[in-house]
């Protein structure tokens, strides 16, 4: 399935300029030289700066070991770092900001006719999602190292794996840095769960390091020593999509009624926040033109600006798991999305 990627190019003292790309390849190469997808032809971007590419059902974005760096939703990548993309993340370099958009997840379409259509979709993706194992299943992924690309199912026959060096670890990873017995990855019915061994370097949940047990969501990023690792939901991709169901957003709205006043009081502060924040400069809209992967019309000469230096980051709030609520809504939005495609093939035979 095709990717989409919109590219804003924002110049000091230049009118903001947008440009859009759709890929159909597996690997999409950026940077200065021509032999890239997209060629960004600035002094501050590598010749080879970074690249997207797919492994397996999920898209990953790279950083070539460029020389003033990439970064993921606002946060350096590193070195020769990778980060899972998600439909929306954002991909910086300097002057440069490329949101990425999966194509197979887009649906702009959400008009009545349609929405039967879509409910039966949805329904196919879950059921498929229930019968399938492998890629369909949480996953760790190792993202650095000798054993990168190796990967650990969690799937429902999974309660309890212990993660290290030795060799009688359930997911053992080699590296001097990892203890031999290192961490515990537990699942219930409820969640996936990441918990200390007592290892020599801890455990690190983006960033934060742990003392207890941790839930686990998708595109967390754990550190164990030197090595990195992935935690991915598939199912992700498909819970995001559901507020964009009008069934899911009446049974949401319908679930919010039934909440106690004091557990809804905290909508109002977001709200505040997200009013304040406003929408974003009106670029032109462009699209490549020439030769392919050449940003559509020409760079000027001083366009070749110098780098600015990237912005120290501030620390982060933990990402706030699903509760009960959270999951309540789930549960009654995939019983409303069954329930319409249920009515229809009945509706279908009867006629």
């Not at 950026?30 to 971007?45: A, C, F, K, M, W």
């Not at 070749?304 to 798991?321: L, M, R």
């Amino acid at each position: 399935m095709p990717v989409k990627l919109q590219v804003v190019m924002s110049i000091p003292g230049k009118d903001p300029r947008e440009f859009e790309y759709e890929f159909e390849e597996h690997r999409i190469a950026i940077g200065r030289d021509q032999d890239n997808e997209i060629q960004v032809p600035l002094s501050t971007v590598s010749r080879h700066h970074c690249v997207l590419y797919r492994h397996e059902s999920e898209w990953f974005l790279e950083d070539l070991k460029s020389t003033h760096g990439t970064k993921h939703n606002g946060r350096p990548v590193g070195a020769g770092g990778k980060k899972l993309m998600r439909d929306g993340d954002t991909i910086d370099l300097i002057h440069f900001q490329i949101t990425f958009h999966n194509a197979a997840l887009s649906s702009p379409d959400y008009s009545a006719e349609k929405t039967e259509a879509l409910a039966r979709k949805m329904v196919e993706e879950v059921l498929a999602t229930i019968g399938k194992g492998g890629d369909e299943v949480p996953y760790v992924r190792v993202m650095n190292g000798p054993d990168e690309g190796k990967r650990f199912d969690i799937g429902v026959d999974v309660s309890e794996a212990v993660v290290g060096r030795g060799n009688d670890c359930d997911f053992q990873i080699n590296d001097a840095n990892i203890s031999r017995r290192h961490a515990i990855i537990r699942r219930d019915w409820n969640e996936i769960t990441i918990e200390d061994c007592g290892s020599k370097n801890g455990v690190v949940i983006n960033d934060r390091k742990i003392g207890k047990p941790t839930a686990l969501r998708d595109a967390d990023e754990i550190l164990l020593g030197a090595v990195r690792l992935t935690f991915i939901d598939p199912s992700a991709k498909f819970i995001g999509k559901l507020d964009d169901i009008p069934a899911f957003a009446e049974a949401q709205t319908a679930a919010q009624d039934d909440e106690p006043e004091d557990a809804a009081g905290d909508d109002g502060e977001d709200g505040e926040a997200n009013a304040e924040q406003g929408p974003g400069p009106d670029v032109e809209t462009r699209t490549t033109d020439g030769e392919p992967g050449l940003l559509a019309g020409p760079v000027d000469e001083g366009d070749q600006v110098e780098p600015d230096a990237f912005e120290e980051e501030e620390d982060e709030e933990p990402q706030k798991g699903l509760g009960m609520v959270e999951i309540g809504l789930i549960g009654v939005a995939v019983v409303a999305v069954i329930g319409l495609a249920v009515g229809v093939a009945v509706l279908v035979m009867g006629s």
